[in-house]
Antibody, heavy 119, light 107 residues
Framework: EVQLVESGGGSVQPGGSLRLSCAASGFTFSSFWMSWVRQAPGKGLEWVANINQDGSENYYVDSVEGRFTISRENAKNSLYLQMDGLRAEDTAVYYC????????????WGQGTLVAVST | DIVMTQSPATLSWSPGDRATLSCRASHSVSSNLAWYQQKPGQSPRLLMYDASTRPTGIPARFSGSGSGTEYTLTISSLQSEDFAVYYCQQYNNWPYTFGRGTKVEIK
């Protein structure tokens, strides 16, 4: 059974940093692109970042470019999101998700971890 | 960025009704479109990809159609568990973008 379990969320002041982790199991992690998607409270979904199978390619939405870094450690079946320079508008539930092998839809999602940025 | 428009924000139907949800893209997305279902307190669930392909395990009452800039998700006979929010998402151009969602509520 495919499982994605996020951790690392919490409360942080503006300008602060957090590192989110996603532990993957039940599939060959190193064979899949992985993504982070966020959802502000009561709002819709925003695709934040993508990373390819070996970590050599990554893409970011403009609003986080230069502040967030997506990475992975295939030996540990783990995905990460380093978030620096956090802003109030980054407050959201952050989901780790797996991209379908054959297309760019997201077929498995974690339960999410809440990041709250405020004074 | 490609803007995905889902309207209206809320639709009301009765169990057993045929429900049709619409999604419009600001530019052609060439059927590189997915639909997700999200229930309160849960993660999104993939219902459809490539506009009309159902992943394994998704009931046959869900179907997708469309091309270019106009797409539709149809639920042939609404079940109680189908009342939720539905999002469309394009993956033709980065950044991949979602619509704001359509809430399907019980009439």
């Amino acid at each position: 059974e495919v499982q994605l379990v996020e951790s690392g969320g919490g409360s942080v002041q503006p300008g602060g940093s957090l590192r989110l982790s996603c532990a993957a199991s039940g599939f060959t992690f190193s064979s899949f692109w992985m993504s982070w998607v966020r959802q502000a409270p009561g709002k819709g979904l925003e695709w934040v970042a993508n990373i390819n199978q070996d970590g050599s390619e990554n893409y970011y939405v403009d609003s986080v470019e230069g502040r967030f870094t997506i990475s992975r450690e295939n030996a540990k079946n783990s995905l990460y999101l380093q978030m620096d320079g956090l802003r109030a508008e980054d407050t959201a539930v952050y989901y780790c998700a797996r991209k379908l092998y054959i297309t760019n839809a997201l077929d498995y999602w974690g339960q999410g971890t809440l990041v709250a940025v405020s004074t | 960025d490609i803007v995905m428009t889902q309207s209206p924000a809320t639709l009301s139907w009765s169990p057993g009704d045929r429900a049709t949800l619409s999604c419009r893209a600001s530019h052609s997305v060439s059927s590189n479109l997915a639909w997700y279902q999200q229930k309160p307190g849960q993660s999104p669930r993939l219902l459809m990809y490539d506009a009309s392909t159902r992943p394994t395990g998704i009931p046959a009452r869900f179907s997708g159609s469309g091309s270019g800039t106009e797409y539709t998700l149809t639920i042939s006979s609404l079940q109680s568990e189908d009342f939720a929010v539905y999002y469309c998402q394009q993956y033709n151009n980065w950044p991949y973008t979602f619509g704001r969602g359509t809430k399907v509520e019980i009439k």
